[in-house]
């Protein structure tokens, strides 16, 4: 029945309609916070390309938690900014490191908060790489089993899951191995399944100190031209045994989001990275968009295109202006 008899506009005309016929809501629970550890006390060092993000010394990444999961959220993810830099990335699976000490003090004081850990070496190497470089390249085999010991590290500091972001072939295999041998089969894997080789990533690589020192990290994560790779991706990754896959970044993919919840039928992640975040802080912040709106708007979108859990950088923002 159409025009006049049809009328989409009489369920919009108050905000108690709007709100009764509203397809997606987002939760604070579907909210992930990303905190940056670095070593030292008191510490907040401010990320120039990402206003609002700082990296935080353990004792600050405390507070930082705290209110976070006092806004509601449920989880946070920590990446590490080591004292040391090498080839292999040593600390990187130090029982002492920075991300090591952050999961322990979190755990203790805040249990209720799910504490994800970034398993990758990109930030605990002095060439920038996700792993093992030998000439110009990076090497798959050789990095998978540095790979498995950071995440036991992790998983014996006390993270609540694990989830790699390298793109080596086979890692959710190596990890999911190496944690059922060593006592920690209850721990879920959240694997980075499809993540693309982003511009986006730059501010991240700011903040994480991990810019690969030569080349770029095209022979490891996928060309944003493969969706069908994508998917291939992710159904590997299933197989290996992850519990949770996510397609990174978000908002150039949402296509490949709402893909992977027609064709799995499993918990997804969306990665709403650091260049998405700048851009609409820059933009916020010149006054050019309402950002509080374009927050709530880009969060939902990507929800309505099919993720359960987002990660994101407005995580706390986001859940304080969902509450009651
Ligand atoms: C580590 C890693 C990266 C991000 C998450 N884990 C950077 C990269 O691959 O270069 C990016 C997150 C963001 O941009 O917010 N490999």
């Known amino acids: ?63 930082e938690a705290r209110e976070i999961h006092a ?12 004292d040391h830099k090498d080839a292999r990335g040593t600390e990187a699976w130090s029982d002492s490191g920075v991300v090591q000490r952050a999961i322990a003090e979190i755990k203790q004081h805040l249990p209720e908060l799910a504490v994800i850990t970034d398993v990758c070496l990109c930030e605990y190497t002095d060439h920038g790489h996700c792993g093992v470089v030998s000439g110009a390249e990076v090497d798959n085999d050789a990095t998978l089993e540095l790979l498995a010991l950071e995440a036991l590290s992790h998983a014996r500091a006390g993270a609540d899951l694990v ?32 993540k693309f080789a982003s511009a986006f990533y730059g501010p991240f690589r700011e903040a994480a100190e991990s810019t690969p020192q030569f080349g770029d990290r095209r022979s490891y994560q996928m060309d944003p031209a493969n969706g069908d790779e994508a998917m291939r991706e992710i159904a590997l990754d299933l197989e290996e045994g992850a519990d949770i896959v996510m397609v990174k970044p978000a908002l150039p993919y949402l296509d490949l989001i709402q893909r992977a919840r027609t064709e799995f039928n499993c918990p997804l992640a969306a ?44 995580a706390k923002t986001a859940a304080r202006r969902l509450r009651p």
């Open 163 to 194: 989830a790699p972001s390298d793109m080596m072939d086979g890692r959710v295999g190596a990890i999911r191995r190496a944690l059922d041998e060593n006592g920690y089969a209850q721990i879920p894997i959240m694997a980075y399944a499809a």
């Open 271 to 314: 990665y709403n990275v650091s260049g998405e975040y700048a851009m609409v802080r820059a933009a916020g912040l010149n006054g050019w968009i309402d950002e509080d709106r374009a927050v709530m708007e880009i969060l939902t979108g990507i929800k309505r295109a099919g993720a359960d859990l987002i990660l994101t950088y407005f």
């Open 71 to 82: 806004a509601g959220v449920p989880a946070i993810v920590l990446f590490g900014i080591p």
């Open 1 to 63: 029945m159409a025009f006049p008899i049809t009328r989409p506009r009489r369920l919009r005309r108050t905000e108690t309609l709007r709100r009764m016929v509203r397809e997606t809501r987002l939760a604070p629970d579907d909210l992930i916070h990303p905190l940056f550890v670095c070593p030292g006390r008191d510490v907040a060092k401010p990320v120039a390309s990402m206003p609002g993000v700082a990296q935080l010394s353990v004792d600050r990444a405390l507070s």
